[in-house]
């Protein structure tokens, strides 16, 4: 069987994993200083139960996965997981997303693997302040990452750019020069709420208003489910604009996807703490089919919309769901 759709007739064809929620730094938005309450290690699934559950799911038709955590390059052997997934008839994209710190390492064995494209999270472009969100990275690391990545050919590079007033929404113009200057494609998100967070909030609206200042941004064509962001160009660039406004702009109609966290629980919207165990039937010995039936019970449970913002919704870690 192929082809998974939703209760509100959405296609369903992608998976986001988290395969981790430990993380090499605790940036100001994500995490608190210490760190959050780890899950036990043996309640992480294995590269092999992955690999059974991304199976069941290709089966239905799903097939795009992104990697993610935590992250993703700090859990170890995460090259031969994407030789693993790649494996999987049906599976033709595997992408990851990335601080980017261990990137330029993995880079070539990436690529080899199987890996196609990677998203860069940088959320500045000076190396003090790049200390400062990240609490201790070193930018000159992750620009090294993107390099090499872009020397093996994972493309395109993506990097993910969450505005806070005050401490980064004075870049808008350097990342936006930089899809003229070396063709970047930038995407800037809006800073979802966090318990530990107390950072200003940037409508991406204003976001858009303010780089428009620049130059006219002419938008470019995105295929259907191609994710939340709206794309555009300035004129001549090579790279493109993207914004992702989860908050102020509902981008729910185009959900085209499914997370999985690190612990097994297969979580139909990012923004809401329903959860489908599969990692206990998994252990307890289902079959293929018994997978498949808790997967679409998954896909039968997508919300319509989120409620991210609003008094009732939930403060979501996004280290352990993967953004
Ligand atoms: N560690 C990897 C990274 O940073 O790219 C992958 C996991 S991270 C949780 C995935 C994405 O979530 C990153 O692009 C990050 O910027 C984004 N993110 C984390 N906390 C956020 C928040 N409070 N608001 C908006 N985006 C957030
Ligand atoms: Fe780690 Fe990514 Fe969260 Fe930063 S955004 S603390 S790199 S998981």
């Known amino acids: 069987m192929t082809g998974l759709t939703d209760f509100f007739q959405r296609p369903i064809n992608y998976l986001r994993i988290s395969v981790t929620d430990r993380c090499n730094l605790r940036c100001i938005y994500c995490m608190p200083p210490q760190g959050i309450s780890l899950m036990p290690r043996e309640s992480m699934l294995s ?21 993610t955590g935590g992250e993703p390059l700090a859990r170890r052997g995460l090259i031969d997981l994407v030789a693993m997934l790649a494996s999987i008839p049906g599976i033709d994209d595997i992408s ?24 860069v999270s940088l959320d500045t472009l000076r190396p003090e302040r790049f200390s ?15 390099d090499a990545a872009r020397s093996v050919g994972l493309s395109p590079i993506k990097l993910n750019t969450v505005i806070m007033r005050d401490v980064n929404d ?23 709420p966090f318990e530990t967070t107390d950072l200003g909030f940037v409508p991406i609206a204003e976001v858009k208003k303010r780089i428009e200042v620049l130059g006219a941004l002419e938008p470019c064509f995105t295929e259907a489910g191609a994710g939340p962001a709206k794309y555009y160009r300035l004129s001549g660039a090579r790279g493109t604009i993207g914004f992702i406004g989860p908050l102020s702009e509902s981008f729910c109609s185009g959900c085209n996807r499914l997370r999985l966290t690190a612990n097994g629980q297969l979580r139909p919207c990012l923004a809401s703490d329903a959860e489908i165990d599969l990692r206990q039937p998994l252990r307890n010995g289902a079959t293929k ?28 870690a996004m280290s352990r769901v993967g953004g």
């Open 132 to 146: 400062q969100i990240t609490r201790w990275g070193s930018l000159d690391e992750v620009l090294a990452g993107i």
């Open 289 to 316: 089919e018994d997978l498949i039936r808790l997967i679409q019970e998954a896909v039968a449970a997508k919300p319509e919309g989120h409620r991210l913002g609003l008094e009732d919704s939930s403060c979501i």
């Open 47 to 67: 590269y092999e139960e992955i690999k059974i559950i991304v199976e069941a799911a290709a089966t239905l038709g799903i097939s795009k996965v992104r990697l």
């Open 96 to 119: 990851l997303t990335t601080n980017g710190l261990l990137l330029s390492e993995a880079a070539p064995s990436l690529k080899e693997a199987g890996l196609r494209r990677v998203n």
């Open 170 to 192: 004075d870049e808008l113009f350097d990342f936006a020069n930089m899809t003229v200057d070396e063709g970047w494609h930038v995407r800037f998100i809006e800073l979802m």
